[in-house]
């Protein structure tokens, strides 16, 4: 949407995602596995992909925490119009985004904020029942974000008359009595 990487790049960083979250799974069921436990034990709900609360809320909160990390992650890591891309200086919001994120969701819905996380783990335990909570969540938030910074924050004219007007609204006036 913001057009920070190139489409192919972002292809193959999915797909790079995906063979991580997928390899980590594996790891993660062989540790288990050899120290005893029995994969049958396994539920979904043992691991996290199984929400306390309703579908439709369960995608609510998902796609709220995946939001408010996008945001970050495109304000503070991505954008460089300020200048200098503040690399460096994003770990610290993207950081309490993620924290945030995974205080707020992991009761409710495991605290899966990346699809390719949960995809692993979906995957190697056939815990397809309610996936598409983990799976399309982020997505749809990345795409909301993603149309909401573009035409909001990096559009001059809309972004300018947003920014002048939080300003305005922040800025204390003293009322003249007469």
Not at 68 to 92: C, I, M, Q, W, Y
Not at 117 to 126: P, S, V
Not at 147 to 161: A, D, H, N, P, Q
Request: aromatic share 10%.
């Amino acid at each position: 949407m913001v057009r920070a990487i190139p489409v192919l790049i972002g292809v193959l960083y999915w797909v790079s995602q995906l063979m991580g979250s997928i390899c980590a799974a594996g790891l993660y069921l062989l540790t288990l596995q050899s120290a005893g436990v029995p994969l049958s034990t396994l539920t979904p709900e043992r691991i996290g992909l199984r929400p306390s609360i309703g579908d439709g809320g369960a995608f609510f909160v998902q796609f709220v925490v995946s939001f408010f990390l996008f945001l970050v992650v495109l304000a503070t890591g991505v954008d460089s119009k300020g200048g200098e891309p503040r690399n460096f200086l994003a770990a610290l919001p993207i950081g309490i985004a993620v924290g945030v994120g995974i205080v707020v969701a992991a009761p409710l819905i495991g605290g899966s904020m990346n699809p390719a996380g949960a995809f692993g783990m979906i995957l190697l335990n056939n815990a397809w029942e309610k996936s598409w909570i983990y799976l399309a969540g982020p997505p749809c938030a990345a795409i909301v974000v993603g149309l909401f910074y573009k035409f909001v924050f990096m559009s001059r004219t809309i972004g300018m008359e947003v920014l002048t007007a939080v300003r305005d609204a922040l800025r204390f006036r003293p009322h003249a009595h007469g």
